[in-house]
Structure formats: structure tokens, C-alpha cells
């Protein structure tokens, strides 16, 4: 829920996402297991909510961390600071952001995702985050603001990417013709459009593979199987 869910005008944990629950029964009618299919999540939400809205709940988590080591770490600002943050409604009545953050790291080490893959999960939330901070500016061809360079810094050491090569994904095209690479200059529509896919695009990312983790997690495997079977007898 943590990244599927958001505060909505109606709801303040609704569903951004669809899902389908399968559970698996063993020959004695117990439950053994189950998988979760998902589709059509709200990546759009990633970087615009309407008036009165959050985006997707673990942004909010993470930025309410107490955590020195983790703000540092994760290069977390204030939740004023972040752009793609646009429904001016940070706080949900009766919900303690901070806490909620401790249960979504209690349930990740619960589907078995270790401490170093929670941490480059939410280093990857993080640049999401800072990538809405880059300032596209130009009249036909997109340029990075000077003031956004020590963002783009920022985002580079948080995936762990070239910075060059980050910028020329936002503000360039890439053509590959007969082995020989050419990059066209994108204009700054073109280009905010280019770096707002590539926030959703890595927070996209991030739910599939906990949707991944989870289905891992609960998969029936030979030895679960025939440990139910032999306690059941």
C-alpha cells in the first residue's frame, strides 16, 4: 500500500493500481500460498496530483524519516522543496508518516528483501523525487539551468549513473543508424516531457519488482509443500 496507495479528495488510502489475489490451497484445504497480478498503475500521480491530493504514500515516508544517517544517506530535503509534490496537502489526519515508514521497512525484510536492496529502493524514490527539481530552460533546444547542475549531481550518485549521460537522456535523442550513434536536441517541452517519463518510468520500476518480491515471497515451493503435508499427517 505504501507505494500503490495515495490520499485522494475522496479517499485517504485509496488504490492507485488494479490487482488480482490468487490464493493456493494444499490437498487438505489449508492455505499454502498465493500471487498477485497488478496493472494500470497511476504513474502519472508520480509527478502531478490534483489540488487536495498526495502522490503515492511512501514519498511522504521517507521524507518523515528521524533518521540523520538516512536523510543524509538518501539526500532528503523538505517535502516543500520537491516539485513533483503538487497537491499542497502533506499530512493525513490521524496518520503518523513516520510510523507508517518503520511498518513499510518491517514488511519489505518480511518478503525477504535485505537491508542494502531497501536502500537502493528508496534511493531510487529519492531521485525521484530530485529529478522533478531539474529546471529545463531554452527556446528551441532544451538546456539544463546552471542552478540545476548540483541536482543532476545529486540524481547521478543516487543510481549510481554517468552524469553526462543522465543529461543527454533528458535533453537529447538517441538515433543508432547503421552503428553509428547521433543524438538530436530535444526541445524544452520535449525535454520536461523526457524527465518526467524517466520518473515515472524508475518508480514504475520499483513497484514491479515489490510486486515481484512479494510473489517470490509467497511462492509454494517442493519442501513448504511436503513440510505442510507431513505435519497435517
Not at 63 to 76: A, F, M, N, P, V
Not at 95 to 112: H, L, V
Request: glycine share 6%; with cysteine.
Amino acid at each position: 500500500e505504501a507505494f500503490g496507495n495515495a490520499k485522494t479528495i475522496r479517499n485517504d488510502n485509496s488504490s492507485r493500481f488494479g490487482k488480482f489475489l490468487r490464493v493456493h490451497f494444499d490437498r487438505q484445504g489449508h492455505v499454502c500460498g498465493g500471487s498477485l497480478d497488478t496493472y494500470l498503475l497511476e504513474k502519472s500521480r508520480v509527478v502531478r496530483q490534483s489540488m487536495g491530493e498526495r502522490s503515492y504514500h511512501i514519498f511522504y515516508q521517507l521524507l518523515s524519516t528521524k533518521d540523520q544517517g538516512e536523510k543524509e544517506e538518501y539526500k532528503l530535503l523538505s517535502v516543500l522543496d520537491y516539485p513533483y509534490l503538487t497537491g499542497e496537502v502533506w499530512e493525513i489526519e490521524g496518520i503518523d508518516d513516520e510510523k507508517e515508514y518503520q511498518r513499510t521497512k518491517a514488511a519489505m525484510s518480511t518478503i525477504n528483501l535485505s537491508n542494502e536492496q531497501q536502500k537502493h529502493i528508496f534511493k531510487v524514490i529519492s531521485a525521484v523525487l530530485h529529478i522533478g527539481r531539474i529546471q529545463i530552460e531554452g527556446t528551441d533546444q532544451a538546456v539544463i539551468s546552471d542552478n540545476s547542475l548540483s541536482v543532476v549531481e545529486i540524481i547521478s550518485n543516487l543510481l549510481e549513473v554517468d552524469k553526462e549521460q543522465l543529461i543527454k537522456g533528458i535533453t537529447a535523442t538517441k538515433r543508432t543508424i547503421r552503428n553509428e550513434t547521433t543524438y538530436s536536441p530535444m526541445t524544452p517541452e520535449q525535454s520536461r516531457a523526457a524527465r518526467d517519463s524517466l520518473a515515472m518510468s524508475l518508480y514504475e520500476s520499483i513497484f514491479n519488482f515489490l510486486v515481484f518480491s512479494v510473489n517470490k515471497s509467497l511462492t509454494i515451493t517442493d519442501k513448504s509443500s511436503k513440510n505442510n503435508n507431513n505435519n497435517n499427517n
